[in-house]
């Protein structure tokens, strides 16, 4: 895909989730923020036009990015579009699990897990590539209707697209690792992404 004319996009992981604080394993589950987390995303709001005048803001319709996406939005007079396939990697079986009891429970999978987090398939759950390919089309889609975006998601739903972007290989062993409520900021010009702020 190419572009003549340039692209500017900002991507915002989701402020701390109830889950985030518990240490808990969640993908498709729906926690909503802490009270640290509704902070994290009312301050991000009153940065985020510093990096970008957004034509839309869209977002996982999961709570945790929603309401996130909700006070960044209202900055610009808009409402956050929701799509489904913004979601984060779903974790199946070790939905709503806490990290230390899924190590306990499912030792050599876990260990798998971690060997190999961007080829692990969590049980009755997704894979990377599964994820990327799902929000890769919405992002796409959104790039060809906007010249500015906002994306409101999540860890490994961000790091699979970012990979894709600019390694082009979704489960390349290198990841970008996007803190709670931060900002992403690059552009795409004639189809090639230029990284401009990281987690900022």
Not at 38 to 48: N, P, V, Y
Not at 49 to 57: A, C, E, L, S
Not at 137 to 147: C, N
Not at 167 to 196: C, M
């Amino acid at each position: 895909m190419f572009h003549n004319k340039g692209k500017n996009i900002v991507f915002v992981r989701h402020g701390q989730s109830i889950y985030n604080e518990e240490g808990k394993f969640y993908g498709w589950s729906n926690p909503d923020l802490t009270d640290l987390g509704r902070k994290q995303a009312i301050e991000l709001a009153s940065k985020i036009k510093d990096f970008i005048n957004p034509d839309i803001v869209i977002s996982s319709d999961l709570k945790r990015a929603y309401n996130t996406a909700l006070p960044i939005a209202e900055v610009f007079g808009l409402k956050p579009v929701c799509f489904e396939d913004l979601r984060e990697i779903r974790n199946g079986d070790w939905e709503g699990i806490k990290v230390e009891d899924v190590k306990n429970l499912y030792p050599e999978k876990f260990q798998e897990f971690l060997n190999e987090p961007k080829t692990f398939t969590f049980p009755n759950g997704e894979c990377y590539l599964e994820v990327y390919k799902r929000a890769k089309k919405v992002f796409d889609e959104q790039l060809e209707l906007y010249d500015s975006i906002i994306l409101v998601a999540h860890y490994g739903t961000i790091d699979a697209l970012l990979s894709g972007i600019f390694f082009a290989n979704p489960l390349s062993p290198n990841s970008f690792i996007a803190r709670n409520s931060t900002i992403i900021n690059f552009e795409i010009v004639d189809g090639k992404a230029l990284l401009h702020y990281f987690n900022v």
